[in-house]
């Protein structure tokens, strides 16, 4: 049984102050009703706010990531933060190769391939992101596109390397849209990620991998959205910046998770 990993993506939002009083909330409501056994929920918030909000959320049992990083461990790489930097921070996941930085920042595949090794090589869990755009989708090539994501970003990991990897399909459609994809939509993409982790380790191994779902999941459409079969959670971006709708999100995985 995979457990599902609900994510929140702060984006580019929150200073110390309302980061703190956010997590701390989050904090607070999850320690009044806690998840499921099979629940993990991890909070991403920029990286000036990271230390102010370990500091809301020690001994909460809720994680810590960060939204990106480089693959170097040092050196002359201005405005880039190293994976040993995230991890003295308290951080012990971190999102890559989100649609965001694909698009604005021209990352490829290959980049995201060195962060990833880099991630696992620091003990980072890294969530990676995969997802297609409408025009893409509208040209019927989402299961090419995504799975040429999957096989790019994950060139070269081992099997074992692999176990400490989660994905994220988010359509880029989807994300900020208030569009989401509908449970089908999502379920079909997810069953067709895990065939081409089938293909490239084996079977076993795909099932155990957690596939979360991220595009406009809100509190109302989380249920539907993590009953599918393949669906492992959700990376939550502007649902995640309010308590009490993260919290309801957290709840519908709760629910599920039994
Ligand atoms: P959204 O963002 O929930 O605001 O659509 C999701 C994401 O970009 O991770």
Redesign the pocket.
């Known amino acids: 049984m995979r457990p599902y990993i609900v994510a929140g993506?702060w984006?580019m939002h929150m200073d110390s102050e309302s980061g703190t009083a956010l997590a701390r909330s989050i904090h607070e409501g999850l320690a009044a009703d806690p998840p499921s056994d099979g629940v993990s929920v991890v909070l991403c918030p920029p990286f000036p706010v990271l230390s102010s909000v370990q500091a809301a959320i020690a001994g909460s049992g809720i994680g810590l990531g960060a939204q990106n990083m480089h693959n170097e461990d040092h050196g002359a790489f201005t405005g880039e933060v190293a994976p040993g930097m995230l991890r003295a921070v308290g951080c012990t996941f971190v999102i890559l190769g989100?649609?965001?930085r694909r698009q604005h920042f021209h990352e490829d595949d290959a980049f995201i391939n060195r962060k990833l090794r880099a991630a696992l090589t620091h003990g980072l869990t890294p969530i990676v992101?995969v997802g297609e755009t409408l025009e893409q989708r509208e040209a019927g090539i989402t299961e090419e596109v995504v799975g040429g994501q999957v096989r790019g970003v994950l060139a070269g990991i081992t099997a074992q390397e692999m176990k400490g990897v989660v994905l994220?399909y988010?359509p880029i459609w989807?994300?900020?849209?208030g569009r989401t994809a509908t449970p089908e939509q999502a379920q079909e993409v997810h069953a067709d990620i895990r065939g081409v982790l089938a293909s490239l380790f084996d079977r076993g191994l795909a099932d155990r991998i957690v596939i979360q779902y991220?595009?406009?999941?809100k509190a109302d459409n989380a249920a539907e959205l993590f009953a599918c079969p393949d669906v492992d959670g959700g990376?939550?971006?502007?649902?995640?910046l309010k308590a009490q709708d993260f919290l309801a999100i957290i709840r519908a995985a709760s629910t599920l998770a039994g």
């Open positions: 993506n984006k989100h649609s965001e992101c994220a988010e989807a994300i900020g849209t991220g595009g406009s999941v990376l939550i971006g502007g649902a995640s």
